[in-house]
């Protein structure tokens, strides 16, 4: 019988290909799934919608003559790095609904998401930004994003099915550090630090699938996939160039696969105990990925079979080391 994996962290900086693989498993019958990739039918978690949601509530601030919070322009770093634990915090808060299959149906659904911002900016240290605002200015600043979240909001309690059984949790995210840092990345930078906030209900099940790319490549191919007419598009949003040298100029997986003490597997100290999570690369320094981007008639067989074959090889490693 093939063993599912329970969870699947889909790690690797931006651009390298964690979207396209998602939308290429998609494609996919549940019986390939199973059989090639040990994968059951798919639920989906990515921290992306909430960045996007960040950088609007930035620019709507600036507009208003408020402190931006987040990002200070659209083309700089967070102006808190604690903000990317304040990331995980809510991917934590995704999963457990998915656990309880909780959907909610706040009365607004930016409130509910500035609150929900303070309360994971609360639990990484940071301090809560939306609680302090004036009543006027919310009540500005909600109108402007109600539509965003509750598009936001509804794409969550959509993706939330009636049971888990037999089902595989995909949870994507990006991190890294500064270009030319040395290891080990400084917290709250890098992976080390953000698979020590998940929560343990994750941590026990997860695996990881990293996606290699070089940083180099990844830039290259963030510049080629920036849509500036459709920032928040999983598939073709752009980091800017200054958040590419500066979060994402290096990253640490290799740094964690090598200081692990059992071989396949990445080590993380969290809760007051020692993870050992599964991990895989899929090696795609040489692009097998882009493709995917494109409508599925135009998908050559040739670039078909090489990804198929990449990402069963490395999903069968994987399973080796459950």
């Known amino acids: 019988m093939t063993r599912l994996i329970d969870t699947l962290l889909l790690l690797a900086l931006p651009a390298s290909g964690k979207s396209e693989v998602r939308r290429y498993l998609a494609h996919l019958s549940p019986e390939q799934a199973r059989q090639d990739f040990h994968l059951g039918e798919t639920v989906q978690l990515d921290d992306y919608p909430y960045v996007h949601m960040m950088r609007r509530v930035s620019q709507e601030l600036r507009a208003l003559g408020q402190p931006p919070v987040f990002f200070a322009n659209d083309e700089d770093p967070m102006l808190e790095p604690r ?24 009365a607004g659904a930016a409130s509910w998401l500035l609150d929900r911002y303070d309360a994971a900016r609360s639990r990484v240290g940071a301090k809560p930004a939306f609680v302090s605002l004036p009543p006027a200015v919310r009540a500005r600043l909600q109108d402007a994003l109600e539509r965003e979240a509750a ?31 040395t290891m080990p990345l400084p917290a709250p930078f890098g992976y080390r630090y953000s698979l020590s906030r998940l929560s343990p209900q994750i941590l026990q099940r997860a695996s990881i699938l990293y996606i290699w790319v070089t940083p180099e490549e990844s830039r290259r191919k963030n510049a080629e996939r920036a849509d500036p007419n459709n920032p928040g598009s999983i598939l073709h949003h752009g980091v800017p160039m200054r958040v590419m040298l500066e979060d994402y100029g290096c ?20 809760h007051g105990q020692t993870f050992y999570l599964p991990v895989a690369r899929f090696d795609n320094r040489q692009d097998k990925t882009t493709f995917v981007r494109a409508d599925r008639s135009a998908w050559r067989q040739q670039d078909v079979a090489a990804l198929h074959a990449g990402l069963k090889e490395a999903l069968d490693r994987l399973v080796a080391t459950l």
């Open 83 to 106: 903000d990317w634990g304040m990331l995980i915090e809510l991917l934590n808060e995704d999963h457990e609904d998915l656990l309880q299959r909780r959907r909610h149906r706040p």
């Open 151 to 181: 598009e936001l909001l509804e794409s969550k309690n959509a993706g939330i099915p009636e049971t888990l059984q037999g089902r595989t949790v995909v949870i994507e995210f990006a991190r890294g550090g500064r270009q030319g840092a």
């Open 251 to 270: 990253d640490d997986m290799e740094w964690l696969i090598s200081q692990s003490d059992r071989p396949g597997t990445v080590r993380i100290e969290a």
